[in-house]
Nanobody
Framework: QVQLIESGGGLVQAGDSLRLSCTAS????????MGWFRQAPGKEREFVAA????????YYSDSVKGRFTISRQNLQNRMYLQMNNLKPEDTAVYYC???????????????????WGQGTQVTVSS
């Protein structure tokens, strides 16, 4: 069982930056495909970004492309989401997710991931 713990959320103003972290308990973290999702009140969970096990390929939703950067440090069992130029519409609970896979194609559906963190709240005021 993989345990994922997010941190780094908070209350910021529009235009500010935040960096979210996700720490995994799994020693074979490097073989897991990782993703970030978010869920705003009353809305479905939506894909934000994903990164393959080798860190060579990253994917982003159109709404965050150019503003957010996903990265990972396999030796530290950590994944990050650097969020710049935050907007009020980025307000949501952000979740990290993982699935044991070396496939490099896009995984943008929640059902494609097996493990989830508890989430961290990001609130952007206008």
């Amino acid at each position: 069982q993989v345990q994922l713990i997010e941190s780094g959320g908070g209350l910021v103003q529009a235009g500010d930056s935040l960096r979210l972290s996700c720490t995994a308990s799994e020693r074979t973290f490097s073989t897991y495909y990782m993703g970030w999702f978010r869920q705003a009140p009353g809305k479905e969970r939506e894909f934000v970004a994903a990164i393959t096990w080798s860190r060579e390929i990253t994917y982003y939703s159109d709404s965050v492309k150019g503003r957010f950067t996903i990265s990972r440090q396999n030796l530290q069992n950590r994944m990050y989401l650097q969020m710049n130029n935050l907007k009020p519409e980025d307000t949501a609970v952000y979740y990290c997710a993982a699935v044991y896979s070396v496939i490099t194609g896009l995984k943008s559906q929640p059902g494609e991931y097996d493990y989830w963190g508890q989430g961290t709240q990001v609130t952007v005021s206008s």
